[in-house]
């Protein structure tokens, strides 16, 4: 096959290849199917969960089953009223509160949610805690895993990612796992996500929030404590995350539409 012709197919593959992001619309690269993905990501979870350590707190181990289980149900229905309700079978929710000191949590492909301990100290309320549930789901919800693991796809391949990509598509999932996911000591589960993500998954995670009946206004004290409990900013140039002040400027700046989502709560 000429070069052109190379190009060309591939072109059109990354073409039909693009899909749109629940609730934003942005448009997005998925090169690699779902199950692809969720197959990937379930051996990097199962991995890790086997290894840490459940809380034994049964208190915020209630807290978070209590306050993930909410939002996974309001996700489930905006799917259905959006008209994705085939988008739900990719879901197998499952929430776990972990002995870890990090202020994190992470959710991976699949709805596999882990909440770290060190995260519940600066959490005061089933609305502060939903504020961190949302933006992981949202996380899943959007495909963000997807679409950083076809970009690093079409980045590597270039214009031989047509015929890598249907020859050999499951090999470099896998091989792409570990990077995508990022298991390790420096970045602890989940590998950052740009600021294009986090800002998205913030927009998403208060708008499933407000649907599951909690309250989305609590979010600008809660990212102010997080800066606090942070010991300090980090400069946004610095870090694929948006700056604190920038996240709360920009929380600041929807809060308004997102109020319109809100439900009593249930």
Same mark, same amino acid.
């Given at each position: 096959?000429?070069?052109?012709?190379?190009?060309?197919?591939? *072109?059109?593959?990354?073409? /039909?290849?693009?899909?749109?992001?629940?609730?934003?619309?942005?448009?997005?690269?998925?090169?690699?199917?779902?199950?692809?993905?969720?197959?990937?990501?379930?051996?990097?979870?199962?991995?890790?969960?086997? /290894?840490?350590?459940?809380?034994?707190? $049964? $208190?915020?181990?209630?807290?978070?089953?209590?306050?993930?289980?909410?939002?996974?149900?309001?996700?489930?229905?905006?799917?259905?009223?959006? =008209?994705?309700?085939?988008?739900? !079978?990719?879901?197998?929710?499952?929430?776990?509160?972990?002995?870890? !000191? &990090?202020?994190?949590?992470?959710?991976?492909?699949?709805? !596999? #949610?882990?909440?770290?301990?060190?995260? @519940?100290?600066?959490?005061?309320?089933?609305?502060?805690?939903?504020?961190? #549930?949302?933006?992981?789901?949202?996380?899943?919800?959007?495909?963000?895993?997807?679409?950083?693991?076809?970009?690093?796809?079409?980045? &590597?391949?270039?214009?031989?990612?047509?015929?890598?990509?249907?020859?050999?598509? $499951?090999? @470099?999932?896998?091989?792409?796992?570990?990077?995508?996911?990022?298991?390790?000591?420096?970045?602890?589960?989940?590998?950052?996500?740009?600021?294009?993500?986090?800002?998205?998954?913030?927009?998403?995670?208060?708008?499933?929030?407000?649907?599951?009946?909690?309250? %989305?206004?609590?979010?600008?004290?809660?990212?102010?404590?997080?800066?606090?409990?942070? =010991?300090?900013?980090? %400069?946004?140039?610095? *870090?694929?995350?948006? $700056?604190?002040?920038?996240? #709360?400027?920009?929380?600041?700046?929807?809060? %308004?539409?997102?109020?319109?989502? !809100? /439900? /009593?709560?249930?």
């Amino acid at each position: 096959m000429k070069k052109k012709d190379i190009l060309l197919c591939a *072109s059109i593959y990354l073409l /039909t290849s693009c899909g749109s992001v629940p609730l934003t619309g942005r448009k997005q690269l998925l090169l690699v199917s779902d199950s692809d993905v969720l197959t990937s990501s379930l051996t990097q979870y199962n991995d890790y969960i086997k /290894t840490a350590k459940k809380s034994a707190s $049964s $208190s915020q181990t209630a807290m978070v089953k209590r306050v993930g289980q909410k939002i996974a149900t309001a996700t489930e229905e905006y799917l259905r009223q959006a =008209g994705m309700a085939n988008e739900i !079978k990719n879901f197998a929710w499952e929430f776990n509160l972990v002995e870890d !000191k &990090q202020v994190n949590a992470f959710c991976m492909p699949g709805g !596999k #949610i882990v909440v770290y301990e060190g995260l @519940m100290k600066l959490v005061s309320s089933d609305d502060e805690l939903a504020v961190v #549930i949302g933006h992981e789901v949202a996380h899943a919800v959007a495909k963000h895993s997807n679409e950083r693991m076809s970009q690093q796809i079409a980045a &590597q391949y270039g214009s031989q990612i047509l015929s890598a990509a249907l020859s050999e598509k $499951s090999t @470099m999932v896998q091989n792409l796992a570990g990077t995508v996911y990022g298991i390790g000591a420096q970045y602890g589960v989940m590998l950052p996500f740009s600021r294009t993500h986090e800002l998205e998954a913030d927009y998403m995670g208060l708008i499933l929030m407000a649907i599951a009946g909690y309250n %989305p206004e609590v979010a600008v004290n809660f990212w102010q404590k997080m800066s606090a409990g942070s =010991g300090g900013n980090i %400069p946004e140039f610095m *870090s694929t995350h948006p $700056s604190d002040a920038h996240r #709360i400027s920009e929380i600041k700046r929807i809060l %308004p539409e997102i109020m319109k989502y !809100k /439900t /009593t709560r249930r």
